[in-house]
Structure formats: C-alpha cells, structure tokens
C-alpha cells in the first residue's frame, strides 16, 4: 500500500522483507477498515482511473468493481458529468500539488438532493512521487438537511421578530443588549451594532432605566417570569409611553441563568382609552368634576374615615342664584362657560383631599374630609369653608362668548350661591341620607332669601 502524503517521502525500510511484510499488513488493514466503513471510499491512480472501490460504493451506486475499476469516472458520467468535472479537477489538482484536500459536492439523485463530504489524501511511492490518492466520501445529506431546514427556520423566526408589534430584545446577566429587533432599534433610534453592549441608561432617563433594571434583576435573581408595566421615558426624543412587559430568564444546558429576554407591547393608546373610558364613566364631561357616581364612593370613603378616626365631615349642597337668567338671556353656551369658572372657584376653595363633585344641572357637592371630633368646632370649621365658598362664587363672572355664535362679547353676571350643610361622623346612615340632608339644607337657604348657608337640623 502507498503512503499518505509526507512532506519527507517514503520511509527508510530496514529490508525488503520487512518492508513487504509491513506493506501487505498495511493492505490488510485497510481492506478490513475500507471494507467495513460506512463511508464510500475509492483509491485513483494517477490518471484519476479506479483501482479501488470498497463494498458501500458499489451498494451506494448499483455497481461492482469489476465494472468500474481501471476506468475514470468521466467514462460512466451521463447528466452528473458537470458535478463529475468538478470532482475530477479537485482530485488532480491535489495529486499534482501533493497536498490533502476537502470539500463539500452536492448533486441530485433521483430528485432528491445528495451532499457529500469529500476527503482526497495523495499517496506517494517510495521516490516521494505522487501515484495514486485515496479519496473518502461521507454522506453529509442528513446533516444539510437539518442545517437547511435550522436556516429556514432562523430566516422564520427572524421574519417574526422583525415583523411583530413588540419591541424584543435579549440581555445579558449585566443588564446589556444581546439583541434588539427592528422595532426595539426603532425606538433608540439606532442599529443593533450600536445598542448590543449597552444598558438602558444610554437610552432612557434615570428613572425609566431604574425601573428596567429593578425588574430585570427580579427576573435574574429569582428565575421567574415577570409580567409588569413598565412607563419609558425615552432620552431621544423625550416621549413618553406605557408598555407591557414580559420578562424571560434564559438557561443554559446546566440550568444556569445568562441571558433574559424581554417581549414589550406599546399599550399607551388603550391606557389612554382606558382614561377617557373613566372620566366618562366617573367624571363631568364640562366641568371635569366627579359625577354622582363618583360622588357616592367619596362619600363612602369619608363616612369610612369618620369611623376610623372619630372625626366629623361635612357635606354641602351648593346651588347657583339666577343661574337660569343668564341661560335665558344668553344661551346655554354662555351658561356652561359659568359652570366651568364656578368649578374652578370651588377646587379653590378646599383641601386636595376633599371633594367638588357636581350633581346636575347648577348644583354641585363639596364633601369636606377630616373635621374635629367635637360637633360644635366641626360646625365652625364647616362654616368657615362655606362662607369661603359662597363668597368665592358671589364675586363677579366676566364671560366670553366663544365663535359659532353671535359676535364675540363679554357678559358681566353676577350668580351668588345658596349652601346647605350637614355634619357627620359615625351615625347610622347612608350616601342618601347624607345628600337628602345637605339637599333640605339647601332649600332651607334658598327659601330664607338666597345668598345664604344654612346647616340641617334634624327635626
């Protein structure tokens, strides 16, 4: 048998005898190894003709040695003769240079695909000259199969990644970017190349990045899924957006954390719905004030407080004087002008902890919280308030008349206010109780000649 390629030539034998003996060993032991290899192998002489070919050649292509040895491949070669010409051209270039060579042939068989891997070994005989190469070809058709089928799977989910309507990224255990989506690169405003490798400070202010990086570490430290909303503020054009997040740690094959990824959805839009679905539900279209419905849970809360503290509240019926004048003489756009200005005056008038809420119509409720536990100081504090607020409303209202309708003018209007008030604490009653009370007050006010505050007196 030849010698695999050696840069020194063939080596030394101590006799012939040996030197045969050692060679037909050799023989021996390739015909064993050829002979039971899964792998196709042929030996070519130095004109590329076929002096040998194991078992799994002839079972891989239907043919016997006898059939094939002594000629080249080019004489059998029908519609595979390009893929033929291409083998043949790797195989003499690497006897003529006397180097080993590999490379990948892929034809089709049957139409079905076939890979092979292809190794060419020159042999030498004893004069260090190249006589023949043993080539080894592996059938790699399995593995390019998976590898096409990895690809296409990667191109896929890189199609989703790209596409989706979430911002996703990966991070490392340090908290820097691994990998950021086209949407997430729209949102810094950079490529990936620039946001791989840094944190969230580079893109967010203080506060957002602190935000990040205290749910990141809940996910890193304790292995488990977060789901959280998350409010960025975004250093690149200072915009503000709520997201919802989903927070992965990722694993490697020994179960160690070193990676997390994270899957954020743009919900601002429904956030803000969401808020305009309340304030419709809970507030004043015109005013901005609570409505009756959320009227009623402030007064629960109060009446729960008055409970828990022992301290009195006070609620008060507030009626505007001549409110239906101005309607009359000036229509309803100049009237809800003055609801709007007399709804700031009240706010103005209490704590943030209270409550203006408005009832209907010129009516609104101000629910005053956390008075004294005496009745008697209670009564004064609550007077004290309502004398601010009737005052407050008495002042003259200067309103414009906005465009659409007549000329542009500004209406002088004097409106005074009349004001009922209750006191309560911890006494067996309900919201009703409470707003029928300071309701009865109210008229008490205005039958007594308007402008006035008169507080309820059970009978």
Not at 338 to 364: H, K, M, S, Y
Request: proline content about 3%.
């Amino acid at each position: 048998m030849y010698q695999s390629a050696q840069p020194n030539g063939p080596p030394a034998a101590a006799s012939i005898e040996n030197e045969l003996r050692e060679l037909r060993q050799s023989e021996r032991q390739f015909r064993a190894l050829a002979e039971n290899s899964p792998d196709v192998i042929v030996r070519y002489d130095r004109n590329g003709a076929r002096l040998y070919v194991n078992p799994e050649f002839e079972r891989v292509n239907g043919v016997t040695s006898q059939d094939i040895v002594g000629k080249t491949p080019l004489q059998f070669s029908t519609k595979l003769r390009p893929v033929v010409e291409v083998f043949m051209d790797r195989l003499m270039r690497a006897m003529s240079d006397g180097v080993a060579t590999k490379f990948d042939l892929e034809y089709e068989r049957d139409g079905t695909p076939v890979w092979w891997f292809i190794r060419v070994i020159p042999e030498f005989d004893e004069n260090g000259v190249v006589a023949s190469a043993l080539t080894i070809w592996s059938d790699i058709s399995d593995r390019k199969i998976m590898e096409n089928k990895l690809r296409e799977s990667e191109r896929k989910l890189s199609e989703i990644l790209e596409n989706v309507d979430a911002n996703i990224y990966l991070k490392d255990i340090a908290g820097r970017y691994l990998f950021a989506n086209r949407r997430a690169c729209n949102l810094f405003g950079t490529s990936m190349q620039e946001i791989v490798g840094k944190s969230d400070d580079t893109f967010f202010d203080a506060a957002t990045a602190k935000q990040l990086h205290d749910n990141d570490r809940r996910v890193l430290d304790h292995g488990e899924r977060l789901n959280a909303e998350e409010v960025h503020r975004n250093l690149r054009d200072g915009s503000t957006s709520v997201y919802l997040s989903v927070k992965l740690p990722l694993r490697n094959e020994n179960g160690e954390i070193y990676a997390l990824c994270g899957i954020s959805t743009d919900i601002t839009a429904r956030k803000q719905m969401e808020e305009q679905v309340r304030q419709l539900a809970f507030y004043d279209a015109l005013t901005g004030l609570p409505n009756r419905r959320l009227l009623n849970d402030r007064l629960s809360q109060a009446m729960a407080s008055c409970k828990r503290t022992g301290l009195y509240a006070a609620a008060m019926f507030v009626d505007l004087d001549n409110f239906k004048s101005l309607n009359d003489r000036h229509g309803h756009a100049a009237g809800d002008v003055l609801l709007i200005e007399a709804a700031l005056r009240l706010r103005n008038c209490v704590r943030q902890v209270d409550t203006v809420a408005r009832f209907g119509g010129d009516e609104f409720v101000v629910v005053i919280l956390g008075l004294h536990a005496d009745k008697t100081e209670s009564a004064a504090q609550a007077s004290a308030i309502a004398e601010k607020i009737r005052r407050t409303l008495a002042a003259p209202y200067r309103i414009e008349t906005g465009p659409g309708g007549p000329p542009a003018t500004t209406i002088a209007h004097q409106c005074t206010a009349s004001i009922g008030v209750v006191l309560f604490s911890n006494q067996a009653s309900d919201e009703d109780d409470i707003l029928r009370w300071a309701d009865t007050a109210m008229y008490q006010a205005k039958y007594a000649g308007r402008d006035l505050i008169r507080f309820y007196e059970p009978s």
